[in-house]
């Protein structure tokens, strides 16, 4: 008997679209991270490190082993104000 | 409602570009981000102890800003002569450790290996050891258990 290939066909579907999918997604997130695995479970310690890291590389994933920070690492503090 | 209402309070984010007044004595700041500063933690704890221990008690004193900056200004000369004696001796194990942390949510406990050569290049160049101060539940440095209930899934 004929193999009915027809209906392996809505597998195949959906292997491709979890596929590119996940594919697409993990893409996107190393984009943005700089290649890397994104960042989870980060506490307000982990942010204010990330955004240290801004301010001494540029990106928040950005890493450096300079001893010595660049000139404007000491004065680029954002500052948050609320103006009721 | 569908046109977007501006909120009543607004923030502002401002930068400011005053430098440090000319009577504070200048020090140049460390320019280790993260991760590296990760994986010198403790090594950096275990060189820079005294002066690390002095701020944290003249912080204790009082926590106004201006009150311990020569020891802060201490601390961060010790942390930057720390890694640049690094970064001389110990370079390549320094930059696999912190390059795994970095894949790896910077947990520690999923990056052992490249630890372990670390742990041993830094022993033998600079004689400093990692050591967990207490110890975990049973008194044990986790970091040299054999066999760890916390562990990578994959070998």
Redesign the interface.
Known sequence: MPVPWEALIPFGLLTAMFGTAGTLLNASQRFQNLGKPPRYNLDKWEESMLERDRRLTGHKRGQSIEPVAPEAFSVNTIIRGYRP | MSVHQAG?????????????PSEVPQV?????????LKSAAFFIGAYCKEYNEDFMLCKNESREPGHCLKEGRRVTRC???L??KM?ENCLSQ??DH?NCL?????EYYLCRKPERTLNACMFEKLGLTKTIPGGGLQGQQVHEKANPIFKAMQK
Do not use: Y
């Open positions: 009543t309070t607004s923030s502002v984010e401002r930068v400011d570009l005053t430098p440090m140049q700041e460390l320019g280790t981000t993260s991760a590296p942390a930057q002569d890694i640049t970064r320094f930059n912190w970095e894949k790896n949510n910077q």
